[in-house]
């Protein structure tokens, strides 16, 4: 079947069989479908939906574009974790170093950031000397010696995935369950963890707005795991709000370790949730069990160890971390309750600030950002300070930074 066929059956509604899917997306891998003609399925699929069925053959296609991690070199039980994406997210330099912490292997192959929303392999890239490529073998020694290790996904894995999700950034198809389940798990099943934990973000800050949504996206990617013999734990957290109080690079990756030393919060609070959820899971432990092992590793500072052992065998001095230092407080003009912070707004104000990228490959600043320095529930004075912006230029960017802040009388 040509292309163009391929493209009207999936525009009128119909299911592609595995040979089809397989001409056109190994048909774009090879070049020989065109950029256009794969944005045109791809909003085919965004707005008809693919069976499950579908959704296993895009992701074996994908799984095998590229090569496979050989786990059986990997000593002990491998777990991974995936989110879905939101504003302030360093979960995974937390939950990693608390996984190694715990004896597990946690290996992750991430990405860059696109819009308001940041990507790990971006905040690493803060610590100055830190390497985000690793070959397999480095990728393997890190993780039998330290426990964690966080790299960027290379050519070599799901090399279609990197392709097709590039497209689908720039061309309004990223919001796609099937899309979204095949995309994320073929990743994570070409890294062939055992365990994989997936912290679905929902809100106005996240790529899934609706709870009926997350729970469609949790439930494909349960099913597409038993498919590989994977267990799948998927987490729904709340991502209206930004995650902690840091969005921008190397402000989050600062959070991230302060979180490690002791910091309290509700980001803390998230990432015991999470790591427990997991832990429990992968030594069939029950949850209070799990939540006192995972507890024990952030005050005995074992965890913080690890983040330390983390970034020194990759490279990264975090005694070298640069931050702006032209910080602009931004100071409310009423008073009342604070009820609420938009994610979606304070992810802006990072991107204008410099700190993310609005087209692919833009160069972007690492030590720019925003610091909330007011929680939801605080009263607020005329005149408080509720957020500080690291930024480099002079321009006063306050009605940009207020309009994330809903104060009520
Ligand atoms: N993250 C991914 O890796 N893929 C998607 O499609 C969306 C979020």
């Known amino acids: 079947m040509s292309i163009l066929e391929i493209i009207e059956k999936k525009k009128n509604g119909l299911e592609l069989n595995k040979i089809e899917i397989t001409e056109a997306f190994m048909g774009y891998m090879n070049g020989s479908v065109e950029d256009y003609q794969m944005s045109s399925l791809l909003m085919a699929i965004v707005i008809n939906g693919m069976s499950f069925e579908e959704t296993i053959n895009l992701t074996d ?3 095998y574009s590229g090569k ?3 786990t059986k070199k990997v000593e002990g039980i491998m777990v991974d974790k995936h989110s879905t994406g939101g504003v302030g997210d360093k979960t995974s330099l937390i939950i990693g170093p608390i996984m190694a912490a715990l004896g597990l292997k946690m290996g992750k192959l991430s990405g ?22 690793l070959t397999t073998d480095e990728f393997i020694f890190d993780l039998n010696k330290v426990g964690f290790t966080e ?6 894995f799901t090399p279609l995935d990197k392709k097709i999700y590039d497209l689908r950034s720039v061309t309004g ?10 995309s994320i798990m073929s990743k994570k099943l070409a890294v062939g963890a055992e365990y994989i934990l997936i912290d679905i973000k929902v809100g106005s800050g996240a790529l899934i707005k609706t709870k009926k949504d997350a729970i469609e996206l949790a439930n494909t990617m349960i099913e597409i795991g038993k498919a590989y013999n994977r267990t799948v734990i998927p987490v729904l957290t709340n991502m209206s709000r930004p995650l902690g109080d840091n969005v921008g690079n190397a402000l989050e990756v600062i959070e991230a370790m302060d979180i490690l030393k002791g910091k309290n919060g509700s980001l803390k609070d998230l990432c015991i949730e999470l790591s427990s959820a997991l832990y429990s899971r992968c030594r069939h432990i029950n949850l209070d069990v799990a939540t006192r092992e995972v507890k024990k590793v952030l005050d005995d500072g074992s965890a913080y160890n690890k983040f330390i052992e983390f970034t020194k065998i990759q490279g990264g001095d975090i005694e070298k971390i640069e931050l702006s230092e032209n910080i602009i407080p931004i100071k409310s003009k009423t ?24 087209k692919k490959g833009e160069t972007i600043d690492y030590g720019v950002g925003v610091v909330i320095n007011k929680h939801i529930g605080n009263s607020i004075n005329e005149g408080d300070v509720l957020c500080y912006l690291y930024q480099r230029d002079n321009l006063d960017r306050s009605s940009e930074a207020l309009k994330a802040f809903s104060i009520v009388k």
């Open 335 to 358: 008073s009342g309750t604070l009820k609420d912070i938009s994610a979606e707004e304070i992810g802006k104000l990072a991107l204008e600030l410099g700190g993310g990228r609005k």
């Open 112 to 133: 860059r950031g696109l819009g308001f929303t940041g990507g790990t392999i971006d905040k690493l890239e803060s610590i100055p000397g830190f390497r985000v490529a």
């Open 68 to 70: 496979r991690l050989d």
């Open 61 to 63: 296609i994908m799984l």
């Open 173 to 182: 198809t990223v919001s796609s369950i099937p899309l979204i389940a095949s």
């Open 151 to 156: 790299c960027e996904q290379t050519p070599e």
